[in-house]
T-cell receptor, first 119, second 117 residues
Framework: AQKITQTQPGMFVQEKEAVTLDCTYD???????LFWYKQPSSGEMIFLIY??????QNATEGRYSLNFQKARKSANLVISASQLGDSAMYFC????????????????FGKGTKLSVIP | GAVVSQHPSRVICKSGTSVKIECRSL??????MFWYRQFPKQSLMLMAT?????????EQGVEKDKFLINHASLTLSTLTVTSAHPEDSSFYIC?????????????FGDGTRLSIL
């Protein structure tokens, strides 16, 4: 079973509008972290925002905010006032302990959503 | 600025060549680094976990003898693609967590585009 599900392969948004990218996750661990990364066509992975499983408030970073609904196991990314430079692949990722309980936290990625901002 | 440096950014070489990719953490020590592979229009797939001072942990289906990993120091991990063939062509990207807790960021290198002719 997929641990991270991004159901939108591609999304279009008008410049200056807001857009929500969906992400649901599956874990039985009480302690985990959720991340969003942006990957432009050049390939680098750019960290956008983080939400911890124990955080009471939704994370915000500039134009990025995370709509965290723990009971639904969803962590949707909201981008406000979209800009042309926001066109990229967006990956949701979860960090939890390996099943063995030992070792470092591993990051598991969803399949990504390609966002295209229309002028 | 970048906190993880990956080199080279692009490699084009003939089939049968071995290719070494370096991943360095800048300004922090990384006892663990991760190596990912990404095919076009797909997500990142974890290949292996590089551990300083011990053997790397490989994911299921990843050939240990094909993808040699050496974590030489607390700031350097290398991935060597041995006797590379066209099917090894891909985008390889490393990352290093800045700590061992779930809420600490995982920094990525800029990736290496490997093309085997």
């Amino acid at each position: 079973a997929q641990k991270i599900t991004q159901t939108q392969p591609g999304m279009f948004v008008q410049e200056k509008e807001a857009v929500t990218l969906d992400c649901t996750y599956d874990t039985s661990d009480p302690s985990y972290g959720l991340f969003w990364y942006k990957q432009p066509s050049s390939g680098e992975m750019i960290f956008l925002i983080y939400q911890g499983s124990y955080d009471q408030q939704n994370a915000t970073e500039g134009r990025y905010s995370l709509n965290f609904q723990k009971a639904r196991k969803s962590a949707n990314l909201v981008i406000s006032a979209s800009q042309l430079g926001d066109s990229a692949m967006y990956f949701c990722a979860m960090r939890e302990l390996p099943h063995s309980g030992a070792g470092s936290y591993q990051l598991t990625f969803g399949k990504g959503t390609k966002l295209s901002v229309i002028p | 600025g970048a906190v993880v440096s990956q080199h080279p950014s692009r490699v084009i070489c003939k089939s049968g060549t071995s290719v070494k990719i370096e991943c360095r953490s800048l300004d922090f020590q990384a006892t663990t680094m991760f190596w990912y592979r990404q095919f076009p229009k797909q997500s990142l797939m974890l290949m292996a976990t590089s551990n300083e001072g011990s053997k790397a942990t490989y994911e299921q289906g990843v050939e240990k003898d094909k993808f040699l990993i050496n974590h030489a120091s607390l700031t350097l991990s290398t991935l060597t693609v041995t006797s590379a063939h066209p099917e090894d062509s891909s985008f390889y990207i490393c990352s290093a967590p800045q700590g061992s807790y779930s809420n600490q960021p995982q920094h990525f290198g800029d990736g290496t585009r490997l093309s085997i002719l």
